[in-house]
């Protein structure tokens, strides 16, 4: 069962926690960050603007909800993952630093803000991912399909990369997203199953599985995309089989990065993983057939994702040739 968490507070209460489920933990030990995890902090011109774009067209994005590592670097070249349906989650992942709550109604002009946001970044791919919705009767399914149409519309030249919620108990709704035909459609199973009660509690790992694998069998040619974090305590050998789990349902694209715990009150970081170990994972992912495959401590699902994109068109088309 799905729990809504309600943090409604009174008119007179001006600051809410964005976690109010956690408030009652106990702080865990943060772990001090190795030198190969360490980013500039976002000070650069095309940061400044890609955030006043961001914020006159009343936008949210993932890279600021999520605390992304990445935002000076993604920023700085225009590109930023929309966050649509609201900036509150029903959902309540232990990893995860988006504000969880009740969320408002959806907003019934953003997927026309989302697509004239595009167009004047110039964006060439556009990656758009969004809060879980368990309130609403279709998880945001029809939503999500108006503002992949909506950039059509405004940009149409711009290639689509979704990153969805699971749509848990939303009959049909996974088919309204992909019927709007995306070029990317992603969908993260974070950890391994051993860890989905603790860390991704109220999502199911043979669930997710089962979304990507029904993008394939409803469109052949749509890209499918799937990342998981390490330093959770996952083992090898689990990592090893959620990778055959991802091509048994068809993926193409898999990525690996390093968790990174926004707060105390959050999932505890086990341990930081080595960049040795990540190349040994992108050895690994390539010989079990993924088109692409994306493995460093800094991954992240959208994380040079046009430049990606790019590379995996050019995968697929080798691997079509050879096998004429």
């Not at 002009?109 to 595009?118: I, K, L, N, Q, S």
Request: contains cysteine; neutral net charge.
């Amino acid at each position: 069962m799905t729990t809504l968490i309600d943090n409604a507070a009174p008119a007179d209460q001006k600051q809410r926690p964005r976690h109010p489920e956690k408030q009652a933990r106990e702080d865990s030990p943060v772990l001090r960050k190795p030198e190969w995890i360490r980013v500039k902090a976002p000070v650069s011109k095309g940061f400044r603007e890609t955030r006043d774009i961001v914020r006159s067209r009343n936008l949210h994005t993932v890279c600021e909800e999520a605390a992304c590592p990445n935002i000076g670097e993604c920023w700085d070249k225009k590109h930023a993952t929309m966050m649509i349906m609201g900036d509150t989650c029903t959902r309540a992942c232990a990893f995860c630093n988006v504000k969880t709550g009740l969320p408002a109604p959806l907003d019934a002009d953003e997927p026309r803000h989302v697509g004239e946001a595009v167009a004047e970044m110039g964006l060439s791919h556009v990656v758009i991912t969004s809060v879980d919705r368990d309130d609403l009767s279709d998880g945001g399914a029809q939503h999500f399909a108006d503002v992949v149409n909506a950039i059509k519309e405004a940009s149409p030249l711009t290639t689509i990369e979704i990153l969805t919620p699971d749509f848990l108990r939303k009959a049909g709704a996974a088919e309204i997203v992909i019927d709007s035909n995306p070029d990317v459609f992603n969908h993260n199973l974070e950890t391994v199953p051993r860890l989905y009660l603790s860390i991704r509690p109220g999502a199911r790992y043979f669930h997710s599985l089962r979304l990507l694998e029904k993008v394939k069998e409803r469109d052949r040619q749509m890209f499918t995309k799937s990342g998981i974090m390490v330093g959770l305590g996952e083992t090898r050998e689990e990592v090893m089989q959620v990778m055959d789990d991802m091509r048994s349902a068809g993926i193409d694209f898999i990525t690996i990065g390093q968790y990174l715990q926004p707060t105390r009150k959050h999932a505890p970081i086990d341990r930081f993983v080595h960049p040795d170990e990540f190349k040994a994972y992108e050895t690994l992912a390539r010989a079990k057939g993924f088109l692409m495959v994306s493995s460093s401590p800094l991954t992240r699902s959208s994380h040079h994702a046009g430049e990606d994109f790019a590379r995996l068109r050019a995968a697929r088309a080798r691997k079509s040739y050879k096998d004429q």
